[in-house]
């Protein structure tokens, strides 16, 4: 059974940083590509890193330059490096591997004053 573990989210102010966890079991974390998306009260649910299993790396404009996805395969471990952050950055974000369509539980981030 795969489960997606996240973690490292909280308050911080505008301008702040933050790192998302995603510790994963019951898979061969290294042969998936993984993502992080994330859902804002009212909003779809959005893509806001992939990375491949080669560590090739994608990001929608809105976070590009800000946010750095990255692996850790020996840890079976996603992690998201979120920067520069901006109070519409607020939402609750979710480790996926789209492969098998397994959702973490979330994070709550909010960037606030």
């Known amino acids: 059974q795969v489960q997606l573990v996240e973690s490292g989210g909280g308050l911080v102010q505008p301008g702040g940083s933050l790192r998302l966890s995603c510790l994963a079991s019951?898979?061969?974390?290294?042969?998936?590509?993984m993502g992080w998306y994330r859902q804002a009260p009212g909003k779809q649910r959005e893509l806001v890193a992939s990375i491949t299993t080669l560590r090739n790396t994608r990001y929608p404009d809105s976070v590009t330059g800000r946010f750095t996805i990255s692996r850790d395969n020996a840890k079976n471990t996603l992690f998201l490096q979120m920067n520069s952050l901006r109070p519409e950055d607020t939402a609750v974000y979710y480790c996926h591997v789209p492969t098998t369509g397994t959702w973490g539980q979330g994070t709550q981030v909010t960037v606030s004053s």
């Open positions: 019951g898979i061969d974390f290294a042969s998936y590509n």
